[in-house]
């Protein structure tokens, strides 16, 4: 069956450093993998988008690797501040219309100052 | 702001009770879903609806029913609620009214239920 992983563990660093979280799947051939951020008590909200066919996308501080060879994505928040502490989803995305997005479990990240 | 909201926001229940979610949306889009969200397990898919009167089972759908009478409302309903559905429940909305198509969605508030 699909499946997806995340650091299990949550990430600790400090401010000003660059986190990097994992984003792994099996069984799954994605033609698409999306990151959101999630506060607590509120629901997910979409930060990046990569396509099967691209290696790498930069958004500000954000930066999303995606290799389909090894199945997996990273994702990096460089000069990390404590307002990025949240949680972070990966998701994968088939290639039909209106198809089903499949959610990591989240990686929690804690900026210390 | 995508403009989608859940009703109720909480709602605590008995065992074998009927429960009712209400997800409402502004803004025409066609593709509406509903997750849930427990520890450990990340977000998982109930039902999705891909447009009115058209609907689809995700991967946790035992349990679940859903409506989509119209655009702007998906219902999410447990006809008789067990302990094992008090969740986190997630309703989202796919792109961006009018824009390209890229597959993310946008997420509600959440309704936290809790079922005794």
Same mark, same amino acid.
């Given at each position: 069956?699909?499946?997806?992983? *995340? ?6 660093? *400090? ?5 990097? #979280? @994992?984003?792994? =799947?099996?069984? =799954?051939?994605?033609? =698409? ?28 501080? #954000?930066?999303? @690797?995606?290799?389909? @060879? #090894?199945? *997996? ?14 949680? =972070?989803?990966?998701? #994968?995305?088939?290639?039909? *219309? ?8 989240? @990686? ?6 | ?7 109720? /926001?909480? &709602?605590?229940? +008995? ?11 502004? +803004? ?7 997750? /849930? ?15 009115? &009167?058209?609907?689809? &089972? ?9 409506? /989509?009478? &119209? ?7 447990? +006809? ?28 509600? +508030? ?7």
């Amino acid at each position: 069956s699909q499946k997806i992983e *995340q650091n299990s563990e949550a990430l600790n660093i *400090q401010e000003g450093k660059t986190a990097t #979280l @994992t984003c792994n =799947y099996t069984n =799954y051939s994605p033609a =698409y993998l999306q990151w959101y951020r999630q506060d607590p008590g509120r629901g997910p909200v979409f930060l990046l988008l990569i396509r099967e066919n691209e290696k790498e996308k930069r958004k500000e501080r #954000l930066k999303v @690797t995606f290799d389909t @060879t #090894l199945k *997996q994505s990273l994702f990096h928040i460089t000069a990390s501040q404590p307002a990025d502490s949240a949680t =972070y989803l990966c998701a #994968l995305g088939p290639n039909n *219309q209106g198809g089903k997005l499949i959610f990591g479990q989240g @990686t929690e990240l804690s900026v210390k100052p | 702001d995508a403009g989608i909201t859940q009703s109720p /926001r909480h &709602k605590v229940t +008995e065992t074998g009770t009927p429960v009712t979610l209400r997800c409402h949306q502004t +803004e025409n889009h066609r593709y509406m879903y509903w997750y /849930r969200q427990d520890p450990g397990h990340g977000l998982r898919l109930i039902h999705y609806s891909y447009g009115v &009167k058209d609907t689809d &089972k995700g991967e946790v759908s035992d349990g679940y029913s859903v409506s /989509r009478s &119209k655009t702007e409302d998906f219902l999410l309903t447990l +006809e008789s609620a067990t302990s094992s559905q008090t969740s986190v429940y997630f309703c989202a909305i796919r792109g961006l009214a009018g824009g390209p198509d890229t597959g993310e969605l946008f997420f509600g +508030e959440g309704s936290r239920l809790t079922v005794l």
